[in-house]
């Protein structure tokens, strides 16, 4: 088994800053990719960012240029840099990890509001 564990969500102004970290534990032989989703209700679950092992990043177009995804894997941890942000950046963030052969297991998510 494999336990994702969230934190850094909160409140913030717009144009603020938050840094979103994700520890991965238990079972983690191999990690094919990290990364982070967001939710908001009623919608879909959109992919934000995403980092490979071998370092390759992947990021939504709503936030390029103003999200930093990162990794360090010796501690099986990824953070998600978030600058200028938006009210629409409203969501619960959830982390994800991806095996090799495609089993994807998913953190229990962290509230970022975006709000004045």
């Known amino acids: 088994q494999v336990q994702l564990v969230e934190s850094g969500g909160g409140l913030v102004q717009p144009g603020g800053s938050l840094r979103l970290s994700c520890a991965a534990s238990g079972s983690i032989s191999s990690i094919n990719a990290m990364g982070w989703y967001r939710q908001v209700p009623g919608k879909e679950r959109e992919l934000v960012a995403s980092?490979?092992?071998?370092?390759?990043?992947n990021y939504a177009d709503s936030v390029k240029g103003r999200f930093s995804i990162s990794r360090d894997n010796a501690k099986n941890t990824v953070f998600l840099q978030m600058n200028s942000l938006k009210p629409d950046d409203t969501a619960v963030y959830y982390c994800y990890l991806l095996r090799p052969l495609g089993t994807k297991y998913w953190g229990q998510g962290t509230q970022v509001t975006v709000s004045s």
């Open positions: 980092i490979a092992t071998g370092g390759a990043t």
